[in-house]
């Protein structure tokens, strides 16, 4: 099986991590909307995911959370999370454009491990000098990504402790956290099918299009 998460979705959980919604004086929102806007997001999406990250919609409705789970073809588990202030129309929503892609609603988080995620920007240290500190703040994995950026797994609920307290110990500064759905390695394989990737491509470029609320 492999899992997948969404490009707008990851950003959204990006801004609900970074307190404060002012950027004037919060740095790390600033530099989220800036990436951001280097990624093609447009004002309205920036504006609409700095208020989820507040916990309320864009129009200031109060936000639920909702999971759905599916598996698409060919046998991908997907777990797909989502804020919104009408859960009944986001599920239909979700729903239909699962069974479009012709899969089908069903359990699929026994394949995951939900993690939190810390990336840290790249400052001349890699995953080996990182990993000491990193254990003893309480993470459970340290590795690097395609960059050579630092990248740090921790339970969800200890993520923003664990990028403090590695900031001030090792001089780090985070670039992004976010909690995701980690697939398990003994389920995980790859999808060498490129038709099979434009159509899981496909799938999430719709999924993002859709308004969560």
């Known amino acids: 099986m492999s899992g997948i998460s969404a490009r707008e979705l990851g950003f959204r959980a990006n801004i609900k991590a970074v307190y404060g919604s002012d950027p004037n004086i ?3 929102l600033a530099h989220a909307i800036a990436t951001a806007k280097k990624s093609g997001f447009a004002k309205a999406s920036i504006e609409a995911a700095i208020a989820r990250g507040q916990g309320v919609s864009a129009s200031g409705a109060k936000l639920e959370s909702l999971t759905i789970e599916a598996i698409l073809p060919p046998s991908v588990a997907v777990v797909i999370d989502c ?4 859960k009944l129309r986001t599920l239909a929503d979700v729903r239909l454009l699962i069974k479009h892609h012709e899969g089908s609603v069903t359990p699929t988080n026994y394949l995951f491990a939900k993690r939190g995620r810390i ?3 790249k400052e001349g240290i890699g ?3 990182v990993l000491e500190g990193a254990l003893d703040a309480g993470a459970l994995d340290v590795t690097e990504d395609a960059e050579g950026k630092v990248v740090v797994y921790t339970e969800p609920n200890d993520t923003k402790a664990t990028a403090e307290t590695l900031s001030s110990l090792l001089g780090l500064e985070a670039e992004r956290s976010d909690i995701i759905w980690d697939p398990n390695v003994d389920t995980k ?7 099979s990737v434009k159509d899981l491509s496909d799938f999430v470029e719709e ?3 859709k308004e969560s609320s």
Not at 83 to 86: A, C, G, K, Q
Not at 189 to 195: K, S
């Open 26 to 28: 919060n740095p790390r």
């Open 83 to 86: 804020e919104t202030d009408n």
């Open 119 to 121: 990336v840290f920007q």
């Open 127 to 129: 995953a080996d000098e």
């Open 189 to 195: 394989v790859g999808l060498e099918d490129e038709q």
């Open 207 to 209: 999924l993002q299009e």
